[in-house]
């Protein structure tokens, strides 16, 4: 919030929403000379449990598991993706589009012990 184009002040906001959905907020700011009026609209989605892959292959197999990505968003999302683990391999990055679902193919490619 700049005010006389000069100043700067924080104006924390806590939001802890109760259940999934969009919760509208107005904010109104006076002073002796000033009214502003702030909209601000948050969107919750619904919780989602981590996700857990389990790979059962043949030794020395390779798999590839395809992850659906779903943007339910309203903006394009772009991911990095940063693996870890050895023998795991998948695309750098990947975009999904707004209402899109873009699978993340994750390959799992084991070396053999020696």
Request: proline share 10%; charged share 20%; with cysteine.
């Amino acid at each position: 919030l700049f005010l006389g184009g000069i100043d700067a002040v924080e104006f924390p906001i806590k939001f802890t929403p109760k259940k999934p959905g969009c919760y509208h907020c107005q904010i109104i700011l006076k002073s002796s000379c000033d009214i502003r009026v702030y909209e601000i609209e948050c969107v919750v989605n619904e919780d989602q449990a981590d996700a857990q892959l389990e790979f059962l292959i043949p030794a020395y197999q390779t798999v590839t598991q395809e992850i659906p990505i779903s943007n339910l968003s309203s903006e394009d999302w772009r991911f990095e993706a940063i693996l870890e683990g050895q023998g795991f391999h998948g695309p750098p990055a990947i975009n999904v589009p707004v209402g899109g679902t873009v699978p993340y193919p994750l390959t799992f490619r084991p070396i053999a012990e020696n």
